[in-house]
């Protein structure tokens, strides 16, 4: 099992969660967040003073996979998040060692 | 004719006090404006020092600040009965009712101080200003202006030609007067200005809260400066008054459109804030006089005020003067204003008696409550220790949040 953790532009979400849907993907978990990578900050103004926004708002999506589905759905992720603009997002793929549905205490592939 | 001349005094009466309603609703404007420029974090304790001040001022004003500026006795005791009858000047109004108008523009010119002092001035220190500031230091002005009565008994203001309808100098500017004093002693909000000199933005949390602040002040100007006509039941005062009110709303709009696009001019982008800042700059530039402007002249008056509000807001941020709602410059820098462009349309005033008002009006408030501030910060300090500020006045000083999350019903 893999857990992908997938960083994008918040307004892909929706078009990533329709392609993971279509893929037959169960579940995944959505997490605003904010950070830097190569896009870097932008200043704004206010009241003719400038600042700096450090952090840009992103959302982060994780996914737990068995895996035979992960290519299909690391494609299907960078096919949907994709703008060709600098600040698209990154995948993270890690090990996944075990899963547990709480409600009926399955474990490994079947709780996914 | 008696039965005439009592629906006159209802009916006038009737006037003076839904106007003072309407400028009691300019307290929640003031607000809700400064509770949406400050960050979220020092919501509560901006919230807690406007309703506050409220109470305060209209305690004050009835123990000491009325009789003050319009004689007659402390704490009201003989205010109560008939305004027409039994008075040594005969009006067409009760006399509680005049209290009652003159009160919520004591809060008025307490409400500007508490934005510019905004998120690190303490809460009771500023509670103690308002003491005074209510009861004392305004009714003084106020008595050498509206009061008629001579400046320490040396020289009388309406008789040098000076003319403040409804308060640009006596109200608004002497707001701003006793906010810079507090400011000049109380410091920038840290972070505010970077040791290499940089100004840096502190954003407001909650703009929509700024903008319905600004409503909510636009629609009770009618109150203070319609009001102010002191009556309405007779062809000439209601003519009068339906000036006043059309002027007004002109003067905001020719001040909101002038920032705007100043903003837009020298930011590059509409600045909402300033566009805010700007429609209360055009008011406050018509408040010293409402009734003689025609309705161009009030919007050519109003955006003066609205370009000049931009400009006074950037040279004060260089200047270091941390003022996070742009008080200052709203109605002190445009109360100025106002009160020069009277002589223009109004022949009963002069030049000379609009800058010798201005001046006695800023010099007493000024001086008066940087004594007042100087004593309270040596006695219990004025501003609230750096951690406080980092983790905002709201917990420091009311030990509530304005927005709380992650709170557990367990006791």
Redesign the interface.
Same mark, same amino acid.
Request: charged letters at 15%; hydrophobic letters at 55%.
């Given at each position: 099992m893999k857990m992908i953790t997938a960083v994008i532009k918040p307004f892909k979400l929706d078009e990533v969660r329709e392609a993971l849907g279509e893929l037959g993907v169960s579940g995944v978990t959505v997490t605003e967040v904010k950070g830097f990578g190569r896009q870097k900050g932008h200043t704004e103004l206010y009241r003719g003073a400038e600042y700096v926004v450090d952090f840009l708002p992103k959302v982060k999506v994780e996914i737990a996979l068995d895996d035979p589905m992960v290519d299909g759905a690391v494609e299907a992720i960078t096919k949907a998040a994709a703008t060709g603009k600098i600040g698209d997002g990154k995948i993270f793929i890690s090990q996944l060692d075990d899963a547990i549905r709480i409600r009926t205490g399955e474990t490994g592939p079947e709780a996914i | 004719m008696n039965e005439i001349f009592e629906l006159q005094y209802a009916l006038d009466t009737f006037y003076f006090l839904i106007c003072g309603a309407l400028v009691m609703w300019m307290a929640a404007g003031f607000a809700m404006l400064e509770a949406g420029l400050v960050r979220s974090k020092n919501t509560t304790e901006i919230l807690t020092k406007n309703i506050a001040l409220f109470a305060v001022a209209c305690t004050m004003y009835m123990v000491s600040g009325y009789a003050i500026m319009y004689g007659g006795d402390y704490f009201l005791s003989t205010i109560t009965g008939d305004g027409a009858t039994g008075a040594e000047d005969p009006a067409t109004y009760a006399p509680s009712a005049d209290f009652y108008f003159q009160v919520v523009f004591v809060a008025t010119a307490m409400s500007i101080v508490s934005g510019s002092v905004a998120e690190r001035m303490k809460l009771w220190a500023f509670l103690a200003f308002a003491v005074v500031m209510t009861g004392f230091i305004y009714p003084m002005e106020g008595s050498w202006t509206w009061g008629g009565n001579p400046v320490f008994g040396m020289y009388t203001l309406g008789d040098l030609g000076f003319s403040d309808f409804a308060g640009s100098g006596i109200v608004h500017m002497a707001g701003a007067s006793a906010a810079l004093a507090g400011v000049l002693l109380l410091g920038a909000r840290k972070g505010k200005y970077g040791a290499d000199g940089s =100004?840096?933005? =502190?954003?407001g949390a909650n703009l929509p809260m700024a903008t319905l602040g600004t409503f909510i002040l636009w629609l009770g100007w009618f109150g203070f400066n319609g009001g102010s006509v002191l009556a309405t039941a007779s062809v000439e005062s209601a003519n009068a008054v339906a000036v006043v009110f059309m002027n007004t709303n002109a003067a905001a709009s020719g001040g909101l459109i002038g920032a705007m696009l100043v903003?837009r001019i020298?930011?590059?982008?509409a600045?909402l804030?300033?566009a805010l800042n700007g429609a209360l700059a055009g008011l406050v530039a018509i408040t010293a006089e409402p009734s003689t402007p025609t309705a161009l002249q009030a919007t050519l008056f109003g955006a003066m005020g609205g370009v000049l509000v931009?400009f006074s807001?950037?040279t004060l941020?260089k200047m270091k003067i941390d003022d996070p709602v742009?008080a200052i410059s709203v109605h002190g820098v445009v109360g100025l204003l106002g009160l020069l462009l009277v002589p223009i349309t109004n022949d009963g005033s002069s030049f000379s008696g609009q800058l010798i008002g201005a001046a006695t009006i800023f010099v007493w408030v000024f001086g008066a409550s940087y004594v007042v501030w100087s004593i309270l910060k040596a006695v219990m300090g004025i501003r609230v220790s750096e951690e406080e500020e980092f983790s905002g006045v709201d917990i420091s000083e009311c030990g509530m949040e304005a927005y709380p999350e992650f709170v557990s019903s367990k006791s």
């Open positions: - | =100004i840096n933005a =502190i954003p903003a020298l930011f590059g982008k600045d804030t300033m931009v807001i950037v941020d742009g």
